[in-house]
DNA sequence: CACAATACGGAACGCTGTTCCGTTTGGCAA
DNA sequence: TTGCCAAACGGAACAGCGTTCCGTATTGTG
């Protein structure tokens, strides 16, 4: 018995491993907008100053890679809601997050060819996505019904598959919500 | 002016081209429906008994040789409506030619892809699928609607379009529509 | 300071879509 | 029937992709 039962030492990873693990992920964002989610990977690595050999050790393949990407977005729409509540009056607040959901979903026409392309690496990213923006627009939404601004009785996850599913077309070219999704908002008002 | 003004013989195609033209498309179903719609273009001219050089003479590349498959099999599964109500009651024409329909938006997983996908190969899919399937089950359900077997009143292009997203989700194994499917023919139904 | 363990870079591999060109063939004119 | 040539063919060749492999460099520790 010289072997620990659970005793698998964790043993932190190198600093200059950390350090590309994080390079290789911000440069992917910077590729995919430039060059959409089919950019070579070879020009990922080149982004991040950095040889392919080192991207394949810290995913194990592009899509993870384009899983993970997509991942730290969402997460990072998601902390938006709260910044934004934290700056601004309720409805203007669910109004700029809405503004940020809808240029998430559209710029990123490789999420909706993700989440149908049946490949493993994307099987987590539906729940991760209602997981992290479903409370996040719930937050929103409730404190816009507090502060009188727009109706209750709306479900949460029904309006942020509905402001998806009408981003997904017609992608306006300012960055701003389509007619469609600012008519949905509108509907959500008060008079 | 030796150059007659409008007069560019026709010139027919050679019978070799006509038949090898035919060949492809039907391998490429075959092979589509064997391996996915990924499979490699030397898969497909294999399967037709050609060279890889012969599938691109006649399709200027592997995107236009999907759409012309996806093309044919609209149109076959536009003709199936008139032969179904030629040899059966309405109501059973109806759920026979949604079954069918529903094993082909089921099997065929690379359509949805395709129409997402903004390949100009795919742009006037929609269109056709629109053009050629709309009638058809309009005039499933007219006779329906006669026969006094549904309700009247339904609009056959939403009908289609709902059915071809309930099919996208949970493929029943043998083919047959999905429960989601059967539910909405069943509340077509009179009682 | 030495020495593993860990991580790195980039050449190499296998597979893909597409092009190119020397060879073959179908159909018309003589 | 025969001869010809535009039309069509097959498949080697090319460029680009994802992924693997391995000799080399770096990091942290006793």
Redesign the pocket.
């Known amino acids: 018995m010289s072997v620990e039962p659970a005793a698998v030492?964790p043993?932190?990873?190198?600093?200059?491993?950390a350090?590309?693990?994080a390079a290789l992920l911000a440069a992917a964002r910077v590729v995919f907008a430039r060059s959409g989610v089919?950019?070579?990977?070879?020009?990922i690595?080149a982004e991040a100053?950095?040889?392919?050999?080192?991207?394949?050790?810290?995913f194990?393949?592009?899509?993870e890679l384009v899983a993970a990407v997509f991942t730290t977005e969402i997460d990072a729409t998601a902390v938006a809601a709260t910044e934004l509540l934290n700056e601004l009056p309720p409805g203007e607040a669910l109004d700029r997050w809405v503004e940020r959901f809808t240029r998430f979903v559209a710029t990123k026409q490789g999420l909706s060819a993700a989440l149908i392309s049946g490949d493993p690496a994307f099987e987590s990213l539906p729940a991760h996505l209602i997981a992290k923006l479903g409370p996040a627009i719930r937050m929103l939404l409730d404190a816009a019904v507090d502060a009188g601004d727009v109706r209750s009785g709306v479900d949460p996850i029904q309006l942020l598959q509905a402001i998806g599913d009408l981003s997904h077309r017609a992608p306006s070219a300012d960055g701003s919500p389509n007619a469609m999704v600012r008519l949905l908002l509108d509907g959500l008002r008060l008079r």
């Open positions: 030492a043993r932190r990873p190198r600093s200059d491993a350090h590309n693990s089919d950019a070579p990977a070879r020009e690595a100053g950095v040889g392919v050999g080192t991207l394949y050790r810290h194990p393949n592009r899509a």
